[in-house]
Every structure is written in structure tokens, then in C-alpha cells.
């Protein structure tokens, strides 16, 4: 880690599992994740979160779900314990309570998320 940026998935579950904000440790993550780093940075199987945290469990299968969109973009086999069946919530976790918004992201949430049973944004990846 470099000036408090995680620069694997393995890193920022360390973090989260240490009390940051997940959304901080995995968007401060991507933003400064490097395409030719990409390889490193999802090579090493992050923790297992669930029993951990709060919702460890879903950052198990979104941790899953970056790391296969990481490889997937850089034409890489996603890592073997992106796999592992800690890795799929075996149920969809809607982020809304209004059942419109729900369906709209459930149809637009890309594949290697949804097929975790993680509902988001078609631009989940992006950062600003």
C-alpha cells in the first residue's frame, strides 16, 4: 500500500476488515489502479469478509465481481477464486427499496455482478 491507497483487492480487504469504509478502500482502489497492474492487483485471494463485517458477505461477491471485470477488460482468465462459493450471495442484494429503480439496475447491472447476486449500475467501474 502507497500513501494509504490499496493496490490489490487482497489490500483492500485488509483494510475493510480493519474498519474502512469499503467504498472508500475499493474507489480510492480503481482510481488509481494502473491497466498493466491490473494482473498483480488480482492475483492474491482477498479475505473473507463475511462474519467480519457488516455485509461482509456482499463485499465477499463484489470483491469477486471487480476482480472478474479487471480481468475480463484486459483479456485476462479472471483469477480461480473469483470462483469460490463465498464469492456468490445465492440471493440478489437490491441497493433501493423502490422496486422500479431495482428492475431498471437489475437489467442493466453487468454479468459478472449480477450472476453473483449483486445489483448495480452498468457504470459501477467508473470513477470520476
Known amino acids: 500500500m502507497k500513501a494509504g491507497i490499496c493496490e490489490s483487492l487482497h489490500e483492500v480487504a485488509k483494510v475493510v476488515a480493519a474498519g474502512e469504509a469499503s467504498s472508500l478502500a475499493l474507489g480510492n482502489f ?72 431495482n428492475d431498471l439496475l437489475l437489467q442493466e447491472t453487468p454479468e459478472p455482478f449480477r450472476r453473483r447476486g449483486v445489483v448495480v449500475s452498468s457504470n459501477v467501474m467508473d470513477v470520476a
Open 30 to 101: 480503481l482510481a488509481f489502479l494502473k491497466p498493466e497492474a491490473t494482473p498483480e492487483a488480482i492475483r492474491e485471494i482477498p479475505a473473507i469478509l463475511a462474519g467480519q463485517r457488516p455485509n461482509g458477505d456482499l463485499m465477499d461477491a463484489y470483491l469477486a465481481a471487480v476482480a472478474e471485470t479487471l480481468a475480463l477488460r484486459q483479456g485476462l482468465q479472471p483469477p480461480a477464486w473469483t470462483e469460490g462459493p463465498a464469492r456468490f450471495l445465492g440471493h440478489f442484494h437490491f441497493p433501493s427499496r423502490s422496486k422500479r429503480l
